[in-house]
């Protein structure tokens, strides 16, 4: 049995939302998560975006290490007022990788997901993003920005 959600693309990854009902035990098995990946076997690299169709989901972060390469985990934080997101991005490409949250972003917002701000003309999604440094598995071509 598949249940139907909204339709995503996502750098490439086609997130439909459609979730088996069976337990497939992965991340899937959670009712409103949908996860889609693409990977670039040449480079050695990928992405996975997390996304929650229903509306969001409340999260938290713990950053550690001495140079993480992250974006909006901030927004995650232990005092933070906000503690949702619409989307979590996981991504090889060190920090040209956290490119891939800025289009999930922009695509989320024109799917109409987001948090609605008074006098904001388009709803802004909450993606944060973690990327892993394999910046040295196909340098310099890592560093190429992708046409």
Known sequence: ILTQRPKLSVAGVLLEGRRRMQTQNSLQDVYGVSVGNASDEARGTG??????????????????????????????????????????VLTGGSVFGLDAASETAHLLSRSGVGIRIPNCPCPIPIVPAAAIFDALVDFPASCERAH
Do not use: K, Q
């Open 47 to 88: 992405v996975t975006v997390v996304f929650f169709p229903t509306e969001f989901a409340n999260a938290v972060v713990d950053v550690r290490g001495g140079a993480p390469c992250t974006r909006e985990t901030d927004t995650l934080s232990r005092g933070s007022t906000l503690g949702i997101v619409h989307a979590i």
